[in-house]
């Protein structure tokens, strides 16, 4: 049964006068919603004004965060001709994520999600401003890069469990959560499908520091959007528990659980040795496909639509009932994608198995993150998520400077071969807890 909207009047329950054109313009508004509910499911979490306006400055600022990437990646690597400070510079942007991501779920719980997530997005605007401005100079030189990717590391790594913990916020009905972080999915999807295309075009034809540019700028309508929201104060238990035990305590809750902790080892797995595939892309561009920024760019777009599909599929669905399997299957998909794509050296096959790869990883993490947020407790939900952000993205600095220096051992091939069988004996490894995670999904 659909519930009227905040704002709406109901005839029935309310006995307050309205004028007829306030009676007739809530009755608009009804029949819009029980449009987007039964006609359109895959986009209910849109009844909420807050996340409307999240999805729109998300949106905006994402395209910009992976023009950035690319750029950066590929001036690294012209500046360079380094796979391993390739590996360096993915080390620094994200090796904060792991020290200070629980630190971050600790505040996230305590704080004001919705200041900590303002506060956040301006410090990121200001390091993509500064890109640009040394790259404009022509002063840019990789230890530059480092330092400012550390920069923006630090500022993530508070940033990304604060968010994920805010959209439980601004989503009121439990069973569009799913929705929401699948619609998440999506607008990263296709900001990745977006954004590295933009950027291939004008680092080859105006030069990285435009990019940077329309980076920095793209924070504007975040900030915008979140001025914009009507947030209610994040209730916070009073506690006089220290930030240590306030740690351990988070530590303890995911790892005394079978099925939590189970899914987090995998995540992290993932982000070891299935995510450095992006760091050592550019390789593969610029060596073994003989391609430019705009055959990278192409690349990074076809993995992009491959998550995009994955996130269209998982916000389609009607519940968290079977995600469970998906994320046993994912990273098998990931480590054929990765094995067969090393052996690619025609750019038109390497497109096709780049959409693979894109969907694996997009369907293990927006289906672990649904599960974890929907069987976690609300008043750990952000440690929890400090937790998704250090098993994904804190391992993956290490992953990055592991990959960097393999490669440059044996072989960026090579190197691809392995992470990929990695991938493969992981999920087989993982298929052994599907059961104790399907006992708490029926809880």
């Known amino acids: 049964m659909t519930s009227f909207p905040k704002g709406l009047t109901s005839c029935r329950a309310s006995r307050v006068r309205t004028r007829p054109y306030d009676r007739l313009t809530n009755w608009i508004k009804l029949l819009k919603l029980i449009q987007i509910e039964k006609k359109l499911p895959i986009l209910r979490a849109f009844r909420y004004r807050n996340y409307r306006l999240y999805f729109m400055g998300q949106g905006i600022s994402q395209i910009g965060n992976w023009s950035t990437l690319l750029a950066t990646s590929w001036l690294v690597y012209q500046l360079t001709d380094s796979a391993f400070l390739l590996g360096v510079v993915g080390f620094a942007s994200r090796i904060p994520t792991l020290f200070i991501s629980p630190i971050a779920g600790v505040i996230a719980d305590r704080g004001s999600r919705h200041r900590i997530i303002m506060i956040t997005q301006i410090l990121s605007m200001v390091q993509s401003l500064m890109l640009a401005v040394l790259a404009f100079t022509n002063i840019i030189n990789v230890w530059q890069i480092i330092f400012l990717g550390l920069f923006q590391g630090i500022v993530s790594a508070v940033y990304m469990p604060t968010l994920q913990a805010f959209v439980n916020e601004i989503i009121e009905q439990p069973e569009d959560l799913g929705n929401a972080i699948a619609l998440n999915s999506s607008l990263v999807s296709s900001a990745r499908l977006i954004g590295p295309a933009v950027a291939g075009f004008l680092v080859a034809s105006v030069g990285a520091g435009f990019c940077f540019l329309l980076d920095g700028l793209s924070y504007l309508a975040v900030i915008a959007a979140f001025l914009a929201m009507q947030v209610r104060p994040h209730k916070i238990a009073v506690s006089t528990t220290s930030t240590i035990d306030k740690l351990k305590e988070g530590f303890d809750y995911a790892f005394d659980n079978s099925a939590i902790r189970s899914m987090l080892l995998l995540l992290s797995l993932l982000g070891f040795v299935g995510l450095p595939y992006v760091t050592l892309t550019p390789i593969f561009a610029a060596d073994i496909l003989q391609g430019g920024a705009e055959t990278l760019g192409l690349l990074m777009a076809a993995s992009a639509l491959g998550a995009l599909i994955a996130s269209v599929y998982l916000s389609s669905r009607a519940n968290i009932f079977g995600l469970e399997k998906a ?45 974890l947020q929907t069987i976690a407790d609300d008043d750990k939900l952000g440690r929890l998520m400090s937790l998704v952000s250090m098993a994904f993205m804190g391992v993956v600095p290490f992953g990055s400077l592991f990959s960097g220096w393999l490669a440059s051992q044996i072989g960026v091939t090579n190197t691809f071969v392995f992470n990929g069988l990695v991938c493969i004996g992981g999920a087989l490894l993982f298929i052994r807890q599907l059961k104790s995670i399907q006992r708490v999904l029926l809880k």
Not at 352 to 369: E, K, Y
């Open 327 to 371: 994320i046993a299957i994912a990273p098998v998909l990931l480590g054929i994608g990765l094995i067969v794509f090393s052996f690619s050296k025609v750019l038109f096959v390497s497109l096709p198995i780049m959409v693979l790869i894109g969907f694996s990883v997009i369907l293990q993490l927006a289906s672990t993150n649904t599960v």
